[in-house]
């Protein structure tokens, strides 16, 4: 087990001062001790003092008489005054008293012996006052002369006493001063140890504490981060999920995806005849992604990733490992995931940044989640536009069919009439295109139409629209266009087809193919869609009449074919 | 609880008797006629300078003392109480007496030491001497 470091602090400063304790308590009882022997010797030196000059008194009273009475030269029985004898009487009783005391105090033999003379004394001294013979007066002496010789051995004895108690006296207190000051060092000195380690302890401890905050801000950081990651991550996936626009889909993901992982650029690109076409990228604004092309499958890290089907990280110098279609210039770190639906490789999606090592385990795995989503969300975008393609368009011609058309109008004309931009409606027809059937079979003039629809688009600008309108009929819209350039245009298109090397000479004896054309102009003949197709539908049948391969502008017929038509 | 209370009291009370009985003095020894003394009584020789018993302890309570002069001087019986080595005030005599008689004294002695001296002062080669010191001691001991 191991003892608590505070527990052994507070256990040794506890014994520290204990031990302290015990030295005083000792200290002072040596000095109470000593003091009291030293004062009881001392009243006792004085008390046998003051015995031995009483017994003097009783002595000298004595005398004083004896010469008076001359006893001391005749050696009679001496006598003794009244006055001297009372004084006698009263220095034997202090005696006796004083001696009491003393037996108490010391309780010595000598003080016994001394008790025992005192008595002896008094007795001696009552024989004396009873009868003052010599016999008597000889027996006093001697009692005095005993308790002189008594209290004279024992004073100095007892003085000594008093003196040696003093000086244990002084030594104790020394020793009890010198104690006091070793305890107060030493318990400063433990206290300050205590506190200092306790200190260092705690200090250590509080270290250790902001150590674990941070540590656990940091985690926390790091799960909040994960935590929006992940709830970005289902927004993505609902948001790609539910729509079938493939342009949102990627503008979503590269948005999102750029967000999630905090990258620089991020690129997604779509498999396209054996290369990864670029489908949509997002950067920061210092970022330069004019050079982003298509890569080819198995080159640089993008086309790696997609042939091995397996994501592909790179934690620094990731700009010498791209491919000339991928490289962004001052790339460091990059993941790319590729986009798979079944076993499929679909696309992938690339995550760069400038710092080294900016993508973890984590966020690959994030990307991946995400992957799998927008490759679904990719596919069915694909699918849906590819259905929606097959029902505007012409399965033939490939170009957009009537349906398109209607759709396209409603819009191109509704815009153009807010902005008063005047556009022309050419509608086309191929000269004799039945004969073509007639004479050489579906299969050729099939392939008629698919080459005159070929050379119309070819023949028009880029804001020009040709729609095949149904049968042998095609129909343009040219955008912002006078009468006089529509015209032009036409021509064009009409010269276009003339001399093109359709079918050749071998289609003889149908000739060269030639096509017909009548134009009506938004808005100088109307506004409404189906009126103005009728025009231009008109105005080409004119144009057949008048003899094929040719151009006619609606209002503008000869009046009799007009009417006729 | 009840039941500790009495207990407690019934403490008290004994401590309290106790404490009576200890602070009660005893008697101070007195003087009786020999003829008085117990067949059990303590028997003493005093002479110069010796003080020779019979026996030398004896059980607490009633204890005679008869001591015989058997010097040519005066002695006495003085009963001396012992505790820690230091001698305590004398608690009784018998006063001194010519030698060849005898004297009887009885005295309530509780268990201790005690010492018995002869106290008085006699003129030795023309110096005062206490009997004590000339040999006139001895201890005895009462056992409870």
């Given at each position: 087990m191991a003892l608590n470091p505070l527990v052994v602090q507070v256990a040794t400063v506890a014994v520290a001062g204990s031990v302290v304790v015990a030295i005083a308590v000792v200290t002072s009882g040596i000095v109470e001790r000593s003091s009291r022997t030293a004062t009881a010797d001392s009243n006792a030196a004085l008390m046998a003092s003051r015995i031995r000059s009483e017994m003097d008194t009783v002595a000298l009273l004595r005398l004083d008489d004896a010469i008076a009475g001359n006893a001391a030269t005749t050696n009679a029985p001496t006598r003794i005054s009244l006055q001297g004898a009372i004084a006698a009487h009263e220095a034997v009783a202090t005696a006796s008293r004083d001696a009491a005391d003393l037996h108490q105090l010391i309780g010595s033999e000598v003080t016994l012996q001394i008790l025992g003379a005192t008595g002896e004394a008094r007795s001696a001294l009552n024989s004396y006052l009873a009868s003052q013979t010599l016999q008597t007066f000889a027996d006093l002496q001697t009692r005095l002369q005993a308790l002189r010789n008594l209290t004279a051995s024992e004073i100095p004895q007892l003085t000594m006493s008093a003196r040696n108690n003093q000086t244990t006296l002084r030594s104790a207190a020394n020793l009890s001063r010198i104690t006091i000051i070793i305890a107060a060092t030493a318990s400063t000195a433990v206290v300050a140890m205590a506190t200092l380690v306790i200190g260092r302890r705690l200090r250590r401890a509080l270290r250790t504490a902001e150590d674990e905050k941070a540590r656990l801000i940091e985690t926390t950081k790091a799960m909040q981060r994960r935590n929006d990651q992940f709830a970005a991550l289902y927004q993505v996936g609902s948001e790609v999920s539910e729509s079938l626009s493939m342009r949102y889909v990627i503008q979503t993901t590269v948005r999102e995806a750029r967000k999630l992982v905090g990258a620089d650029v991020v690129a997604v690109r779509r498999v396209v005849n054996g290369a990864l076409q670029i489908a949509g990228s997002e950067q920061d604004?210092?970022?330069?992604?004019?050079?982003?092309g298509t890569v080819p499958l198995g080159q640089g890290l993008v086309g790696r990733a997609a042939k091995r089907g397996k994501t592909i990280r790179v934690d620094s110098d990731a700009e010498v490992q791209m491919a000339d279609g991928e490289r962004v210039a001052g790339m460091q770190s990059g993941i790319v995931v590729p986009l798979i639906v079944g076993a499929r490789v679909v696309g992938t999606l690339g995550c760069w940044s400038r710092?080294?090592?900016?993508?973890?385990s984590d966020d690959e795995r994030i990307l991946e989640m995400m992957a799998t989503q927008v490759a679904t969300a990719i596919v069915s975008a694909d699918t849906h536009e590819q259905s929606e393609r097959d029902a505007h368009?012409?399965?033939?011609?490939?170009l957009p069919n009537r349906r398109q058309l209607n759709e396209d109008l409603r819009g191109v004309l509704l815009e153009a009439s807010h902005q008063d931009t005047p556009h022309a409606i050419a509608m086309v027809d191929i000269d004799h295109f039945k004969r073509f059937n007639d004479e050489y079979g579906h299969r050729v003039g099939d392939i008629t139409l698919q080459k005159v629809a070929d050379v119309l688009k070819s023949s028009l600008r880029d804001e020009d629209r040709v729609y095949?309108?149904?049968?042998?009929e095609f129909l343009i819209v040219y955008a912002g266009v006078t009468a006089e350039n529509a015209l032009k245009l036409a021509e064009r298109a009409r010269s276009a087809v003339e001399r093109?090397?359709?079918?050749?000479?071998?289609?003889q004896p149908v000739g060269p193919v030639t096509i017909s054309i009548g134009v009506a102009l938004f808005p100088d003949h109307g506004r409404d869609i189906e009126a103005l197709i009728d025009l231009a539908d008109r105005a080409m049948y004119v144009s057949k009449e008048m003899g094929r391969n040719r151009i006619t502008l609606s209002g503008h017929e000869p009046e009799r074919l007009a009417a006729a038509a | 609880m009840i039941r500790l209370t009495i207990l407690l009291g019934l403490v008290g009370l004994g401590a309290a008797a106790c404490f009576k009985a200890e602070a009660r003095p005893a008697p101070a020894p007195e003087e009786i006629r020999v003829a008085d003394a117990a067949p059990s009584a303590v028997l003493i020789n005093a002479s110069e300078f010796r003080l020779d018993l019979t026996t030398h302890t004896a059980k607490a309570g009633t204890v005679d003392f008869v001591v015989r002069n058997d010097g040519r001087q005066e002695h006495e019986f003085v009963v001396v109480p012992v505790r820690d080595d230091r001698y305590g005030m004398p608690l009784g005599e018998i006063e001194a007496f010519a030698a060849g008689q005898t004297r009887a004294l009885r005295a309530q002695l509780a268990p201790g030491k005690y010492t018995f001296v002869c106290l008085i002062v006699s003129d030795v080669h023309g110096q005062p001497k206490s009997h004590m010191s000339l040999g006139m001691k001895t201890d005895f001991e009462v056992t409870p």
């Open positions: 604004a210092d970022t330069d992604v004019a050079k982003l710092v080294t090592g900016c993508f973890d368009n012409d399965a033939l011609t490939s095949r309108f149904g049968g042998e093109a090397p359709l079918t050749g000479e071998t289609l | -």
